[in-house]
């Protein structure tokens, strides 16, 4: 199961929605996998494994599918979760796309899920994700401000949160070491049905002017590019303050 948006603290109900599936009252065994980070702040950490949560990365992954699992994970992250915005729903992936890699060598099938109204459970302020973003660049720990009702920080707004899956995406063959050219198609197949399912259940599940804006698709750049890009300004030797200008743009 793939599931979007990330939201501002999505992390605490796919942790407790884990729990039914890792206690076997599913008739799948089912585990949301959670950023390492939280695995490593007391408290949080004893939480997550009670409820059956795992480690999202691709060991425990592969682990988990070879041995029949079904998993839920959330593509967009913390990168996607300091970005939290209200008004514009937004689906950020990862540039090397490892999910749809890992489904593939699975040869297992991919789930959209898609959490309507999960965005607006909150108001997040442009200064509030900068903050955020600084934060975790800094320390490695989202750390996003929130407030809701009459203002309060963290009490939510009411919110109806409805969700919504989409029909499966194949991945085909199992294959250990998929190309670039299928692990894009696969991508492209799982973007329309992401699509499909947004577009025909926005308007009855999102506020009208968010629903008007649609769904945004990121894929996120990778860093080394980014930072191939910044030596290319830079050039050879001592930068110039124009080359440095010119790098911070970037």
Known sequence: FVCHPQGAY?????AIASWPGAVGWFPFRYHACIADVLFTLPVVREILMIMGA???????????LEEGHSIGIQPGGIYEQIRTDPKQEVAYFPPNLGFIRQAIEAGTPLYPAYLFGENQIFNI????????????????VPILLTTGSYGIPCIPNKTNIHIRMGRPVEVGEKTASPSEERVQQVFEDYKTAL???FNGSKD???????ARRGLKIVVRESTKKNKKKKKKVNGEGA???SSRRASSAL
């Open 204 to 210: 009855e599940c999102l506020p009208p002017e968010v």
């Open 195 to 197: 699509l499909e399912l």
């Open 239 to 241: 930068p110039n303050p």
């Open 10 to 14: 999505a992390t605490i109900p796919a």
């Open 54 to 64: 795992k480690r999202v990365n691709r060991s425990n992954i592969k682990f988990l």
């Open 125 to 140: 302020s442009d200064t509030s994700r900068a903050i955020a973003q600084w934060c975790f660049k800094w320390t490695g």
